[in-house]
């Protein structure tokens, strides 16, 4: 009797429509309905589907959760597992020399005349195919821009042994749908930075806020009290926020209150050098003149290198001596490269250096992690604290 009781219990059970709702989800999955590198759809999309209510739905995909099959991404993001399997892709059909490959999406053929500093977004993929020559890893470099469908086909069928993406896709595929693709295929993917569209693939950024953090105590230990940063910030980007973050956070540290930061907004100006210097350090005026209007600055984080001449010659024209009665420090470590330091040559007295061809090292490092199956299931972050330049005391020296 009791046996029957259980039996008819288990029936109820599988029977309910939360089991209902579990095995239609792993069915989904399972035939790619659900594609295994996207979101699943929201809860309200699910309960639709399912014609199920929202506990019903929410108690499924604890079901498959504890299973491992999906797990939560975001507060309101829940992804498939992609399983990896490094056996079952040596096994795979595909090009002996593809499997030992990794391709790289870049657009760099060749150094950047006048790239010579480290700071040059150029320099992560000579990281990147240094890295894998080190390892003795094959490399391909292929434009998605002038990727067909039947391309991505054919690389996909060789199996490479990874896809290391340096910067956003474009052509007719773009950035998501070619990592995607890459992935559902069970290719290791790794990726630099941190816009939402990577948030699913393992990827490599600087840490910029501690990059701003640094260079914010380097102005306090000169004795800056009232600094601001001076860029175009735009919040959108990752790097932005975490930027601005960083200053506040050491400012805040300091028991002193942030300044709202000069966002400078985009302006075309001349072709030529000089102008450009000209124009740029004329509508930095604009801003900074109302800034030192309503109290004292003595001290200016630049957005990056390349506005460092240019906030120089405001400086000046609003009666200040830069590096005297404003402290300037810049960002990513190309200053000496700017053609505008031929009219203005005021370096900054400091700046952070992203290590970009670490970088390039460190997406290598991470992309084989993943291929060799020595990550958790769940997409890595990883980030490369700058490294702060002291160029004042380089200068001295010199």
Known sequence: MDEIICTMAVELINQSPRAHAVRTIRQWIGDGTIDSASPLPTERDLCARLEVGRETCRRALQVLEREGLVYTAGPRTRMVRVRFDRAASA??????????????????????????????????????????????????????????ETDLNELLAARPQGLAVVGPIGGPLGTT????????????????????????????????????????????????????????????????????????????????????????????GPEDVEGRLEALSRLIVGYLAPALAQGPIDGILAASDGIVPAIARACRILGKTPNVDIAIVGYDNYWSDCLERTFEPTPPLATADKRNFEIGHELVSLLMDRAEGRLPVEPQLRKLPPRLVDVSADLSVD
């Open 91 to 148: 096994a795979a059909v595909g090009n002996g020399l593809m499997r030992r490959t990794v391709v790289v999406t870049s657009n760099i053929r060749r150094p950047v005349a006048g790239h010579q500093r480290g700071g040059w977004s150029d320099h992560i993929p000579y990281g990147v195919f240094e890295a894998l020559q080190s390892r003795s890893v094959h490399a391909m470099q292929v434009l998605p821009e002038q990727l067909s």
């Open 177 to 268: 749908e070619f990592m995607r693709r890459v992935q559902q295929a069970g290719v290791a993917v790794a990726a630099y930075g941190d816009s939402p569209e990577l948030a699913f693939y393992d990827r490599v950024i600087s840490d910029h806020h501690a990059g701003t953090a640094g260079l914010t105590r380097f102005l306090l230990e000169r004795g800056c009290r009232n600094m601001v940063c001076l860029g175009r910030w735009d919040r959108n980007y990752y790097w932005v926020r975490d930027r601005l973050a960083g200053h506040d956070a050491e400012v805040r540290a300091a028991g002193l209150t942030p300044h709202q930061p000069i966002d400078l907004v985009d302006y075309t």
